[in-house]
């Protein structure tokens, strides 16, 4: 019967439909067989259903839903759910929860207070104040019990000085209007760029730029002065600097006499800038009582070509009379719609240089723009390493048609995955690294298609004349146990990256691992249902596609012959002759992967804040991960790391752990067991500030902010000197301490609102909150936090800032243990311009890195056990694996890899691409028709050798394709692939492989066994004899040996043509 004018013809009786009455060879009418009819007799109608399914699934996704948009490519780049991140977001909020005040509502029955006082300061006029150095107490006054010195002699953290310093030829605008965009020039021929042919050569280049600027319109903004009522100029460098100091009006008329004066000028101030002279504040008196000459102070020109022009060295080359200026910075004025046209006319295309110098890093802020940008255009190396692919599955497949709907078949996954993660889990974040789960698909795919049809190519020639139904039965029964395997451990892989804290890492995990099994469920019912549709076709309609294939591989067939002579003959000879070898070297090179990894240099953490989009060569990265910290202007927010403890709030963020975007309610949730007026806790916190000035990680030369010290200070101050207060004898010359409750609750918001100084902010960016925050429901003290100054510079270096961290928490966290009921919810937060999210990243990608491969290599070795169900095999192949994931990374580290977003993702995938080959070998020697080692093992790999290499071949040439990319997330991704591919190759072939050889299980040594599946039989079950006497044919059991349908006797399917070498003529495939 044919249906759809498509299926063969298939026919109800059994016996016909089998083609053979023994009841040991009839294929099983269980699941599988009732599948693959359904299959090879609707394929057409199947076809369109999944169609039809795959197209509601996209359109429900991408039009109900926001589509994905990468405007910028680091969103999601932060950690969320961790206990650092609690702290940060709750100690931001404590200023900014209206339900919080730093000012307290006082009771009535004192009457109205703030008008019987002069002044009381709000909120904002607080932190104003507090940003000059606020002193709550005299300063130099000592406290009576402890001798501690009260008054700060210096504020809490310096202000921050200003992008570029203003003078007579260089000003700063508002930077609204102009964008202050940076160069960096080098020198191309020789070691410096002080010398008259470098000056001259970079003022020729500054004025070709200047004119490549395309239009007159653009040229307006860039005249030579660009306000003339503050006479500013457009650009400025050194070479302004030169002319200036030796009044000449151009830089082409600097000389080497000009040169040497400029030179004696840095070498007279130069001692002048390291004491900071040239650079503070004249109103100090640190500064007005230095004398400084007037020539270095003249216009500040000195002091901003140190700190702005030239690198931090220069002023060590200026004293040691070197003056290697190996980088010299030009700044250029532009209006904020020049800045990418400037970018795309004069660097787009162009390398500007003339041989002499040349512009090697840059900083327009135009970076993310571009990514947008290259992200598209690279798409085409994407493209080219897809087009590679699909060029070597029609080779192997010798079919278009199935190649085509292959890649639909990968299209067709990332839709429904898109699907689930839009619409089932409700995701609503999206991030950039998602779209690298392209490229593995294209590896998986490709390895999927590769295993199905060399099985149904081999079930065909057995079958020859037998029903397509059979055939397919046949197909999907072998092939999908290990497709599974493979997509499950992959999948698993992926999805044990959930547990990173890092929003786009978790997102990532979850489209990855959904694609892969969406993959897998595609291959098991499209890609058989496109098989059987092709192999009709070609019989009825595509005959001549098939014999022009065959002549072209006909023209091949010397060719092929030798390659053949080459797999089937040397390559054994290779792998086993040289086992011993094998085994100790890669178990060597195993070793010294993990060593690299884990123990030196290992793999290093991100240690700038601006994340890499590009390959390290292009200028706006070598700006910013090479030139930005070796200038100081760009070091100028660089502080001392606070210290501060806040008690009374429960840390907690409430922006959920799947969303950048998502706000929080800036709500504090408060403990409602905090109390601060009980006499044990007031103890306690006045011990407990003491004990903070002795801890080494708190810097002695800035005084530590306790609330307590305070009030207790103005408690017991004479009462005359109290000249406002209304209740002077409660609040005033009181010795005794602590004080009641009640009385506490009462004199601490008098004296703070007398007084003034209890509480405030900072004033910096980070609002950094000190003192106490009272509850405008019942006018109590809700919270309040300790602030003092660590001796911790702010800055990205990981292992400085973990080290304060950890010292820091866990010695206040022991101290609070310690602590009365009402004072247990204190805890630990620091701020810096570097902020706690970065460190918080680095921790994530620290440890979540770590735990998802332990927990990736462990998922992997359940599968392998579960699959071939025997303890050696299953060690053998996590060791294969293991050595694999270790030597690739290592070498990842060897090229300078540093452990940031998306290599952290594309390292998260090693482990589930690393598994497939050595599964494929470790079943197949599993299952092989023999039971000696040696025979196995030959087995294994003359079965699928040419398979797996032809798809290591495909992924290896999709990753070579992607190397020219600009986008860094394209080429390493091509380098990882190429890398993880060869490596699991000669791992799985020139080390599993031999190990199996040597010391694999023979018969049924180490295996485990497992009860017949009479669930999946067909009624009644059929037997094969086997040698070891342990694998059924008719119960369809995962890991069992699959043999032909018309195999006699199974010793029938090994021949043995010369001594040691096996020749296996029928089907037995390793599935």
């Known amino acids: 019967m044919e249906v759809w004018g498509i299926s063969g013809t298939v026919n109800d009786d059994d016996d016909m439909l089998l083609g053979d009455s023994d009841s040991r060879t009839t294929p099983s009418k269980g699941f599988w067989f009732r599948y693959s009819k359904l299959l090879a007799k609707y394929p057409l109608p199947v076809f369109i259903v999944l169609i039809a399914v795959t197209g509601a699934c996209g359109a429900t996704a991408f039009f109900a839903y926001d589509r994905p948009a990468f405007d910028d490519p680091t969103r999601g780049f932060e950690a969320r759910g961790v206990e650092i991140i609690n702290r940060m977001i709750t100690g931001r909020h404590l200023p900014t929860d209206y339900r919080l005040s730093f000012n307290p509502s006082f009771p009535s029955f004192l009457g109205d207070i703030k008008d019987l006082l002069p002044h009381v300061p709000s909120d904002y006029e607080q932190s104003e104040s507090s940003v000059s150095g606020y002193d709550s107490y005299p300063q130099g006054t000592q406290d009576t019990d402890t001798g501690v010195t009260l008054g700060r002699s210096e504020p809490l953290r310096t202000t921050r000085q200003p992008d570029i310093m203003p003078y007579r030829k260089f000003c700063l605008f508002d930077e609204t209007y102009v964008n202050i965009n940076r160069m960096v020039f080098i020198p191309v021929k020789g070691n410096t760029l002080f010398t008259v042919q470098g000056m001259q050569s970079m003022c020729t280049l500054q004025k070709k730029m200047l004119r490549t600027f395309a239009t007159s319109e653009d040229r307006w903004y860039l005249n030579t002065t660009y306000n003339e009522d503050y006479n500013c100029e457009n650009t400025w460098s050194i070479l302004n600097a030169v002319t200036l100091i030796n009044n000449k009006t151009s830089c082409d008329e600097i000389t080497e006499d000009d040169i040497l004066n400029f030179a004696h000028l840095l070498q007279d101030c130069v001692s002048f800038y390291e004491q900071g002279l040239l650079t503070c504040d004249k109103t100090k008196s640190d500064c007005s009582q230095v004398e400084v000459p007037d020539k270095c102070l003249s216009n500040d020109l000195v002091g901003n070509v140190f700190h702005y022009l030239t690198p931090k060295s220069f002023v060590n080359e200026v004293k040691d009379n070197t003056f290697k200026l190996k980088s010299t910075m030009l700044f250029l004025y532009l209006h904020w719609s020049q800045k990418w046209d400037f970018y795309m006319d004069v660097f787009e295309k162009n390398t500007v240089t003339d041989g002499v110098t040349e512009v090697a890093a840059m900083q327009f802020f135009v970076k993310f723009d571009l990514f947008r940008v290259y992200l598209e255009s690279d798409a085409l190396f994407v493209g080219l390493g897809t087009a590679l692919a699909i060029l070597i599955i029609i080779w192997y497949t010798g079919s278009l048609f199935v190649t085509v709907m292959t890649i639909l078949n990968m299209g067709m996954s990332l839709i429904v995955s898109y699907f689930v993660y839009k619409v089932i889990f409700q995701l609503p974040f999206f991030p950039f690294v998602n779209i690298l789960a392209i490229i593995l698909l294209i590896g998986i795919g490709a390895d999927d298609t590769f295993v199905f049809m060399d099985i149904w190519k081999k079930a065909k020639a057995e079958l020859h004349g037998k029903d397509r139904t059979v055939v397919l039965q046949e197909t999907i029964r072998h092939a999908a146990v290990t497709m599974f395997v493979t997509s499950f451990t992959t999948g698993a892989a992926l999805?044990?990256?959930?547990?990173?804290?890092?929003?786009?890492?978790?997102?990532?995990?979850?489209?990855?691992?959904?694609?892969?099994?969406?993959?897998?469920?595609?291959?098991?019912?499209?890609?058989?249902?496109?098989?059987?549709?092709?192999?009709?076709?070609?019989?009825?309609?595509?005959?001549?596609?098939?014999?022009?294939?065959?002549?072209?591989?006909?023209?091949?067939?010397?060719?092929?012959?030798?390659?053949?002579?080459?797999?089937?003959?040397?390559?054994?000879?290779?792998?086993?002759?040289?086992?011993?070898?094998?085994?100790?070297?890669?178990?060597?090179?195993?070793?010294?992967?993990?060593?690299?990894?884990?123990?030196?240099?290992?793999?290093?953490?991100?240690?700038?804040?601006?994340?890499?989009?590009?390959?390290?060569?292009?200028?706006?990265?070598?700006?910013?991960?090479?030139?930005?910290?070796?200038?100081?202007?760009?070091?100028?927010?660089?502080?001392?790391?606070?210290?501060?403890?806040?008690?009374?709030?429960?840390?907690?963020?409430?922006?959920?752990?799947?969303?950048?975007?998502?706000?929080?309610?800036?709500?504090?949730?408060?403990?409602?067991?905090?109390?601060?007026?009980?006499?044990?806790?007031?103890?306690?916190?006045?011990?407990?500030?003491?004990?903070?000035?002795?801890?080494?990680?708190?810097?002695?030369?800035?005084?530590?902010?306790?609330?307590?010290?305070?009030?207790?200070?103005?408690?017991?101050?004479?009462?005359?000197?109290?000249?406002?207060?209304?209740?002077?004898?409660?609040?005033?010359?009181?010795?005794?301490?602590?004080?009641?409750?009640?009385?506490?609750?009462?004199?601490?918001?008098?004296?703070?609102?007398?007084?003034?100084g209890c509480a405030g902010t900072s004033g910096d960016p980070f609002n950094i909150p000190y003192g106490p925050l009272y509850s405008g429901e019942n006018n109590t003290i809700a919270a309040f936090s300790i602030l003092a100054t660590s001796t911790y510079k702010d800055g990205p270096d990981y292992n400085d800032m973990h080290e304060f961290w950890t010292t820091a928490d866990t010695w206040t966290s022991s101290q609070v243990q310690k602590a009365p009921p009402g004072m247990k919810s204190g805890w630990f937060i620091t701020f810096g311009w570097y902020q706690v999210q970065f460190y918080a990243l680095q921790s994530g990608l620290a440890t979540g890195a770590a735990e998802s491969m332990g927990i990736s290599l462990a998922i992997a070795a359940v599968v392998l056990f579960l699959t071939t169900r025997n303890f050696l095999i299953s060690l053998y192949a996590?060791?294969?694996?293991?050595?694999?994931?270790?030597?690739?990374?290592?070498?990842?580290?060897?090229?300078?890899?540093?452990?940031?977003?998306?290599?952290?993702?594309?390292?998260?995938?090693?482990?589930?691409?690393?598994?497939?080959?050595?599964?494929?070998?470790?079943?197949?020697?599993?299952?092989?028709?023999?039971?000696?080692?040696?025979?196995?093992?030959?087995?294994?790999?003359?079965?699928?050798?040419?398979?797996?290499?032809?798809?290591?071949?495909?992924?290896?040439?999709?990753?070579?394709?992607?190397?020219?990319?600009?986008?860094?997330?394209?080429?390493?991704?091509?380098?990882?692939?190429?890398?993880?591919?060869?490596?699991?190759?000669?791992?799985?072939?020139?080390?599993?492989?031999?190990?199996?050889?040597?010391?694999?299980?023979?018969?049924?040594?180490?295996?485990?066994?497992?009860?017949?599946?009479?669930?999946?039989?067909?009624?009644?079950?059929?037997?094969?004899?086997?040698?070891?006497?342990?694998?059924?044919?008719?119960?369809?059991?995962?890991?069992?040996?699959?043999?032909?349908?018309?195999?006699?006797?199974?010793?029938?399917?090994?021949?043995?043509?010369?001594?040691?070498?096996?020749?296996?003529?029928?089907?037995?495939?390793?599935?």
């Open 495 to 756: 999805y044990a990256n959930m547990i990173s804290s890092i929003i786009a890492i978790k997102c990532f995990a979850v489209f990855a691992g959904t694609a892969i099994m969406a993959n897998f469920a595609f291959t098991i019912t499209w890609l058989p249902v496109v098989v059987v549709m092709d192999d009709w076709c070609n019989e009825h309609w595509f005959g001549w596609w098939k014999m022009c294939l065959k002549q072209i591989k006909s023209s091949w067939r010397p060719l092929s012959k030798v390659s053949d002579k080459f797999a089937t003959k040397y390559v054994p000879l290779f792998v086993f002759k040289l086992r011993y070898l094998w085994i100790v070297l890669f178990a060597l090179l195993g070793a010294g992967g993990a060593y690299l990894i884990f123990v030196s240099p290992g793999l290093e953490l991100p240690t700038q804040t601006d994340f890499p989009v590009f390959n390290s060569d292009h200028p706006m990265e070598q700006y910013d991960q090479v030139y930005k910290k070796e200038y100081d202007f760009e070091q100028d927010k660089v502080d001392m790391l606070p210290y501060i403890v806040a008690f009374g709030a429960i840390p907690v963020d409430d922006r959920g752990t799947w969303d950048p975007n998502q706000k929080s309610t800036k709500n504090v949730t408060l403990d409602k067991t905090f109390d601060i007026s009980d006499p044990k806790s007031q103890q306690w916190l006045l011990d407990f500030c003491s004990e903070v000035r002795k801890q080494p990680f708190v810097n002695k030369n800035h005084d530590v902010f306790c609330f307590i010290e305070v009030v207790k200070y103005h408690m017991e101050r004479p009462c005359s000197e109290n000249l406002y207060s209304i209740v002077p004898d409660m609040c005033c010359n009181q010795s005794a301490f602590p004080y009641p409750k009640s009385q506490f609750k009462i004199c601490a918001p008098i004296v703070c609102a007398e007084f003034m």
């Open 878 to 1071: 996590i060791i294969s694996v293991s050595g694999t994931v270790f030597v690739t990374i290592g070498s990842l580290v060897l090229l300078g890899w540093q452990l940031n977003i998306t290599e952290c993702v594309i390292l998260s995938i090693a482990v589930g691409l690393s598994v497939d080959f050595t599964i494929h070998y470790g079943v197949a020697y599993r299952i092989a028709p023999v039971t000696d080692r040696k025979g196995r093992s030959e087995f294994a790999l003359k079965t699928l050798g040419s398979a797996i290499m032809v798809a290591a071949l495909s992924t290896f040439s999709a990753g070579a394709m992607m190397m020219p990319a600009q986008v860094l997330s394209y080429s390493q991704l091509g380098i990882f692939m190429m890398l993880v591919m060869s490596t699991s190759w000669v791992y799985a072939n020139l080390f599993f492989l031999p190990l199996c050889r040597t010391m694999g299980p023979s018969r049924n040594i180490a295996q485990i066994p497992m009860p017949k599946c009479n669930s999946c039989t067909r009624g009644t079950d059929t037997v094969v004899a086997s040698i070891d006497n342990d694998y059924v044919h008719g119960n369809n059991c995962p890991g069992d040996a699959i043999y032909t349908p018309d195999s006699e006797n199974l010793l029938e399917n090994v021949e043995m043509d010369t001594p040691g070498t096996l020749q296996f003529n029928s089907l037995v495939v390793a599935f």
